[in-house]
């Protein structure tokens, strides 16, 4: 089993910068494809990057592409989402999840974190 907790949200201006990271507890998170997924104001939770056991392989969402990277620390057990060029659409509470397959859907993770506040301002 995996806990884990996210850290890093705030409020930010738009074009500004933010990362995330999430640690995650147990001696198996290399083995977990980890993902960050986000649930905007009114908006179901979308998924926004994930990442592959061993960081070879990254997926984006399209609103997201260019301006966010994933990445991970498997001897730390953190995984990282660095946010640039921030939009106020990107307001949100992200979660980390973590899963055995790179799926871009709620359904493909197993374990969530309980989220961290991004506010972007205009």
Do not use: H
Not at 16 to 32: D, I, K, N, W
Not at 56 to 81: H, P
Not at 90 to 118: E, H, I, L
């Amino acid at each position: 089993q995996v806990q884990l907790v996210e850290s890093g949200g705030g409020l930010v201006q738009a074009g500004g910068s933010l990362r995330l990271s999430c640690a995650a507890s147990g001696r198996t998170f290399s083995r977990y494809v980890m993902a960050w997924f986000r649930s905007g104001p009114g908006k179901e939770r979308e998924f926004v990057a994930t990442i592959s056991w061993n960081g070879g392989s990254t997926d984006y969402a399209d609103s997201v592409k260019g301006r966010f990277t994933i990445s991970r620390d498997n001897v730390e057990n953190t995984v990282f989402l660095q946010m640039s060029s921030l939009k106020p659409e990107d307001t949100a509470v992200y979660y980390c999840a973590a899963g055995s397959f790179m799926y871009s859907r709620r359904a493909g993770y197993d374990y969530w974190g309980q989220g961290t506040q991004v506010t972007v301002s205009s």
